[in-house]
């Protein structure tokens, strides 16, 4: 059985299941979609950016960028359709962050795997060196 939760909308009280919303502001969701989706099918609209969008439907910019990350509306088909990066807040069409976060997250994850290894070779040479056996005669 679904545990109580608030609605991320709304705030008031549902039984959650694979929806964050409650039924209400869920079918409301699918309402401000299919407002969306009938005004980009129209060929002159295609290339409506997600402000324009956002004047001519009255649904939310937050709404509109949600439905493309939730991949319910598709940049392939819209071209000028983005959300934002999830570190920086840059516009993205695809993924969670943006390509200039991947590469200082990788870049950040080559540092600490350098050093963990300069680290590694640091503490086996220490072991070498307490492990020796000097001899005197």
Avoid at 49 to 71: A, D, H, L, P
Wanted: glycine letters at 6%; aromatic letters at 8%; charged letters at 35%.
């Amino acid at each position: 059985m679904g545990e109580l939760a608030n609605c991320s909308r709304c705030n008031g009280l549902f039984l959650k299941g694979s929806s964050t919303v409650c039924p209400e502001c869920r079918k409301q969701e699918e309402k401000d979609f299919h407002i969306v989706y009938a005004f980009l099918r129209k060929k002159q609209n295609r290339t409506a950016t997600v402000e324009e969008i956002e004047v001519e439907t009255g649904v939310s910019e937050r709404q509109i960028r949600q439905f493309v990350k939730q991949k319910r509306l598709h940049p392939v088909h819209f071209p000028n359709l983005s959300y934002g990066c999830e570190k920086c807040g840059a516009a993205i069409i695809e993924d969670r962050l943006c390509d200039s976060c991947k590469e200082s997250i990788q870049k950040g994850l080559h540092v600490r795997e350098r050093n963990a290894s300069l680290e590694a070779k640091k503490e086996q040479q220490e072991r070498e060196e307490t492990n020796r056996t000097y001899y005197s005669w």
